[in-house]
C-alpha cells in the first residue's frame, strides 16, 4: 500500500557529488518522518539523515557539512545531496519512511541505491 523507489546511486569518483532521491506513493495519511540509512557489506545498517515533519533534520557525524537532507511535501519526496564523497561514503544508501496510513503507523523501506566511490 505504500512504496518507496529511490533513485540517483551511481560510481563517482572522491570529492563528487551525487543526489539521491526517494519518492513515496500510495496509501498515505500522513508522513511523520523521512531518513536515509546506508549499509555496506557485512556491516550494520546506520542512519545517516533524518528530517521530520515539522524540517527537523538531524546528521551523522560522519557526513555533517557534506549531505544536506530535504523534502518536498507536495510529491512526497525525500533528497540527500552529497557532497564532497569520500570512499567511506560507499554503501547501499537506503530512504525510510514514519508514515501513518489508514490504519495503522509503520516504517517502510525503499529497495536500496548502490554509491560507490573510488578513484
Known amino acids: 500500500q505504500v512504496q518507496l523507489v529511490e533513485s540517483g546511486g551511481d560510481l563517482v569518483q572522491p570529492g563528487g557529488s551525487l543526489r539521491l532521491s526517494c519518492a513515496a506513493s500510495?496509501?498515505?495519511?500522513?508522513?511523520?518522518?523521512m531518513a536515509w540509512y546506508r549499509q555496506a557489506p557485512d556491516n550494520p545498517r546506520e542512519l545517516v539523515a533524518l528530517i521530520t515533519a515539522s524540517g527537523l533534520t538531524n546528521y551523522a557525524d560522519s557526513v555533517k557539512g557534506r549531505f544536506t537532507i530535504s523534502r518536498d511535501n507536495v510529491k512526497n519526496t525525500v533528497y540527500l545531496q552529497m557532497n564532497n564523497l569520500k570512499p567511506e561514503d560507499t554503501a547501499v544508501y537506503y530512504c525510510?519512511?514514519?508514515?501513518?496510513?489508514?490504519?495503522?503507523?509503520?516504517?517502510?523501506w525503499g529497495q536500496g541505491t548502490q554509491v560507490t566511490v573510488s578513484s
Open positions: 500510495g496509501s498515505i495519511f500522513s508522513i511523520y518522518a
Open positions: 525510510n519512511g514514519d508514515i501513518r496510513t489508514v490504519r495503522s503507523r509503520n516504517y517502510f
